[in-house]
């Protein structure tokens, strides 16, 4: 029987041996485990470094979005009080343009009327030519009379 103690304590030896081989096995692939753990955790935090980083990028983006709709609210708004201001000449040149055509129409009212005055006034002179003419005949006439008598 001792032999077969023997033996089954020889067995359980063996299967010990065997036992401690893969719980040898097991730590080292645990040791593996922890070791890409850790790696995952570096590369996480890493990640969250980044991903606070960009956080922070797109609440600064936000930011220059936010003032560049401000800039553009204020654009819009000079656009508008541009546009009126546009109208507002458009009309006054438009009244411009009337008043000049008015005046210009009056300035050839004024043109003919006064070449018509030129046309009178120098038939006035050779009136007044024939006049002084007849003036001088009847002088030189009352002359030549009174020498006579």
Not at 15 to 32: H, W
Not at 51 to 63: A, F, I, P
């Amino acid at each position: 029987m001792d032999k077969e103690i023997v033996d089954i304590l020889k067995s359980i030896q063996s299967s010990m041996t065997n036992l401690d081989g893969k719980v040898d096995n097991l730590d080292n692939r645990m040791d593996k485990l922890e070791g890409k753990v850790d790696n995952l955790d570096n590369r996480m935090d890493k990640l969250e470094g980044k991903v606070d980083n960009l956080d922070n990028r797109m609440d600064k983006l936000e930011d220059k979005v936010d003032k560049l709709d401000n800039t553009i609210d204020t654009l819009q708004d000079k656009v508008v009080s541009i546009k009126l201001t546009q109208q507002e000449h458009t009309l006054l040149l438009r009244s411009l343009e009337h008043s000049a055509e008015i005046n210009k129409s009056e300035h050839e009212d004024m043109k003919y009327d006064i070449n018509t005055l030129i046309g009178k006034v120098e038939n006035i002179e050779k009136g007044l030519n024939f006049v002084e003419m007849a003036t001088a005949n009847n002088w030189s006439e009352i002359v030549k009379l009174k020498s006579i008598k």
